[in-house]
């Protein structure tokens, strides 16, 4: 199968499936001198991790990952950095079931046209147990963002089905199991959670990231813009049906004089671009946008097909998300890193003799 690496000069190669002994990655380009062990994906990984709270997926993986290559006394030897992280919890039999029928919503019917064979358990490639993977290597890329750069990437859930934050404290967003920015309306969102795993139901959810501190110049166009590449990479995530960056799709209802971000040597007077003219970052915060759906996998009954073309009823038992967009917050934020990451490279690449350019808006 094809197409399982990404980025030019940082790239990463993802392998594994969900019920499979591993999953892991190669991580090639990486600059020489980073320290890196393996306690530094400890957070994040947690923070993806299913069984966090009673809203997730009950699936508990030790998410441990081990370092086989590129590091040497702490430091990325500028060598492939290789990551391995095995599966520890996988309980293929809640699958058995399904084998032979094609579930509504996943991967299932597509996968089989496509290479005549599939992995049914626990959607085998399709699973975003893939993406405890692309977190790892998020983690490499926002180290050395932030020691290189000072770049700072943040996400958190800016909407779980009709509910959307009464405020906004980033202080709140790592204090809740949602990522979400006001923590008063966190028992709220309990409750409706709550309510919906009752109703054998499932949500969608909105997840927002803010990249601070990149520097003007980043993004190569034409084919290489630094939105459509993050456009490309949130929506490479699974379960992702919409991406917008800056004001995006809500741009549509306004006028020039208001989308139009007016320059002034004290900064930019507002940021509806997200960041980004012409496909390069113009030292404003990256603003990306990701629209989860709803959980395919429910209690409630759906129609589908069988292998011999029967019609048959659906019902997926096993470990399931209520609401997939809860634990994607960390993903979002490491696929934003990995494309700035690779962007940096390449803008050093070719245009670091241009240097710093005047004037430059604060
Ligand atoms: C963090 C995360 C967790 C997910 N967990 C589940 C799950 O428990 N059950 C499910 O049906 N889909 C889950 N999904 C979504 C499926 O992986 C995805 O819908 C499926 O592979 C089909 O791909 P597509 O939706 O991208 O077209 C999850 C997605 C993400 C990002």
Known sequence: MSSNSFGKLFTVTTFGESH?????????????????????????????????????????????VEILSGVYEGRTTGTPIALLIRNTDARSKDYAAIAQTFRPGHADYTYWHKYGIRDPRGGGRASARETTVRVAAGVIAKAWLARRHGVRVRGYLAQLGELVPKGFDWEAVEQNPFFWPHAAQVPELERYMDALRKSGDSVGARVNVVAEGVPPGWGEPVYGKLDAELAA???????????????????????????????????????????????????????????????????????????????????????????????????????????????????????????DMAPRIA
């Open 233 to 355: 990479a949130l929506m490479s995530i699974n379960a992702v049906k919409g991406v917008e960056i800056g004001d995006g799709f809500a741009a549509v209802g306004q006028r020039g004089s208001e989308h139009r971000d007016e320059l002034q040597m004290d900064g930019f007077t507002s940021n509806h671009a997200g960041g980004i003219l012409g496909g390069i970052s113009t030292g404003q915060p990256i603003l990306a946008s990701a629209a989860f759906k709803p959980t395919s996998s429910i209690l409630i009954p759906g129609r589908s097909v069988d292998m011999e073309g029967h019609a048959v009823d659906v019902v997926t038992k096993g470990r399931h998300d209520p609401c997939v967009g809860i634990r994607a917050t960390p993903i979002v934020e490491a696929m934003v890193a990995l494309v700035l990451m690779d962007q940096a490279l390449r803008h050093r690449a070719q245009c670091a003799d241009v240097g």
């Open 20 to 64: 499979g002994p591993a999953i892991g990655g190669v991580v090639d380009g990486c600059p020489p001198g980073l320290p890196l062990e393996p306690a530094m994906f400890l957070h994040d990984l947690e923070r993806r991790a299913t069984g966090r709270s009673r809203h997730t997926s009950q699936r508990h993986e030790a998410d441990e």
